[in-house]
Every structure is written in structure tokens, then in C-alpha cells.
């Protein structure tokens, strides 16, 4: 009898994050199953992994002083990127950490995106995540620098890269601020989506109310806002905690003192 040769088998390598959502969908394709095509839910018992043992790449937030160092010194630069011109880049920059949109967001604008008389810009359905148009408002100091680059007859980026992440982390090299930085969980990534983390976390550091915050994220779940993205540094707790009423001061008026 000739002996078989083992079949070579290849392991895919995800992370747990990633194995969540296989896990996650087929749970919900047993679900629907039951009990027209199961008798019973077997992996009713079934849970996902601890996505904090194995965190691949973490997104770290830019700070304001890194954003604005960044948006500088791109907009004098001379090299030309992936086709893209110091300016340009530098617009890109702006109004990506100004709204949040992802790259293939940002590729889809146009002229007519924009409404500088309401200030606002317009994501058409058929490029937002979620597949619904999304009106964005934009901070009255990038509207009057889109007015000036349009008047200037400055094109946006029809044709944007797919390595945005490249692009970026070469400007924040020239700039001399770290592409990654150690966090407390591991390594924190400054790549192109790390301006929609930065964004995200300074909304939340604003006084408005949880549904504007997560209308404005333009996510359908406030935990996704609150939890995955938006990131905290201390002295946000420190302004947190000196809000907290002192309980010493609280004592009644008539309060006598014992000997």
C-alpha cells in the first residue's frame, strides 16, 4: 500500500479581533437556522477572545501641536508624494483630522462637495461607510482656507493614493514626530486613519451631549465612540476630577465640633 504524503496545511495567522467577527457571523448564521433548519443552537456557548491580549495595530491620536507641526511643515515642503504636492498634502491633512473621513471618503470629494456659504461639506452615499449621504460641518477656519484654494483654482486629490499611510508617515518624518509611540497596552500607530482617532478624540473632549458626539463620529453606536476611538490623556481626567465636589466642604452649617 503506498503511503499518502500529509496535505500541507497553511495557518492563518488573524487576529483576535479578526477571528471575533468570523466567530460573530456564523453565530449569526446558526441563529437564523434555528429551528427551521437546527433543531438547537450549538454554538449558542460560543464566545470570542480578549481583543486586549492581542492588539496589532493600535492607532495613537495626534495631538494639536503634532497636527499643526505636521500641516506646517507639509505645506512648505517640495517633494512631491504619490503625486501629491506639499500643499495638497497639507489640505488633505486638515481636513482629514478637521472631519474625520477616511481615505476613500476624502478621494470621492469634489468642488460641488462643498457648501462654504453654510460651511459644510457632503459625503454621497455610495462612498460613506455606512452607505447614507453624511453632511459634515467644518470649522470656520478651514473654510476660509478652502475659499482661498479654490479661488486659487487648486484641484482636490481625484486620483488618491492607496498608501496614504506611506504618504503620511514620510511627512511625519520630516516633520520629526514619531510614526509610533509605545502606549500602555503595546505600540500606538500614527497611520492615515489616525487622524479620524485624533478627530474623534477631540469631539469627545467637548461639552456636547453624547448623540451629537456619535452623529458627528457618524457611528451608529455610541460605544464604538467611546471605547474604541476616542482616546483620553491624563490631564483630561485631571480636569475631570477637579470638577468633583469636595466632600469636606459639603458639612452642614450647623455641624457642632466634638472635643
Given amino acids: 500500500m503506498r503511503h499518502l504524503k500529509p496535505r500541507c496545511t497553511v495557518k492563518l495567522r488573524v487576529g483576535v479581533q ?9 453565530k449569526q448564521f446558526v441563529r437564523w437556522c434555528v429551528p427551521d433548519r437546527l433543531p438547537f443552537n450549538p454554538l449558542a456557548k460560543l464566545k470570542g477572545g480578549n481583543v486586549n491580549t492581542d492588539r496589532r495595530h493600535d492607532r495613537r491620536e495626534l495631538s494639536p501641536e503634532e497636527q499643526g507641526k505636521l500641516i506646517a511643515v507639509t505645506e512648505a515642503s ?13 489640505m488633505l491633512y486638515d481636513l482629514a483630522f478637521a ?23 457632503t459625503i454621497g452615499a455610495a462612498y460613506s461607510k455606512h452607505r447614507r449621504q453624511d453632511v459634515q460641518p467644518l470649522p470656520p477656519g478651514l473654510v476660509e482656507r478652502l475659499r482661498q484654494w479654490f479661488a486659487a483654482g487648486r484641484p482636490l486629490w481625484p486620483n488618491l493614493t492607496q498608501h496614504t499611510a506611506r504618504m503620511l508617515k514620510a511627512d511625519l ?3 520629526g514626530i514619531p510614526y509610533v509611540v509605545q502606549g500602555p497596552d503595546g505600540p500606538l ?3 492615515f486613519h489616525s487622524t479620524r482617532h485624533s478627530f474623534i478624540s477631540a469631539i469627545c473632549r467637548t ?13 451608529g453606536d455610541p460605544r464604538l465612540t467611546l471605547k474604541r476611538y ?30
Avoid: C, M, W
Wanted: aromatic share 6%; net charge positive; charged share 30%.
Fill in 99 to 121: 472631519t474625520g473621513f477616511r481615505r476613500g471618503e476624502l478621494r470621492s470629494l469634489t468642488r460641488e462637495s462643498f457648501d462654504l456659504n453654510a460651511g459644510t461639506v
Fill in 78 to 90: 517640495h517633494v512631491i508624494r504619490y503625486k501629491l504636492d506639499g500643499p495638497s498634502r497639507a
Fill in 230 to 259: 476616542a482616546k483620553t490623556r491624563l490631564h483630561d481626567k485631571a480636569n475631570v476630577v477637579a470638577q468633583l465636589p469636595d466632600p469636606r466642604s459639603q458639612r452642614p452649617d450647623n455641624q457642632t465640633k466634638t472635643g
Fill in 18 to 26: 479578526t477571528r471575533n467577527h468570523y466567530i460573530q457571523h456564523v
Fill in 207 to 219: 461639552d456636547a451631549p453624547i448623540k451629537a458626539l456619535v452623529e458627528t463620529a457618524r457611528h
Fill in 173 to 175: 518624518n520630516a516633520a
Fill in 189 to 191: 500607530y500614527a497611520d
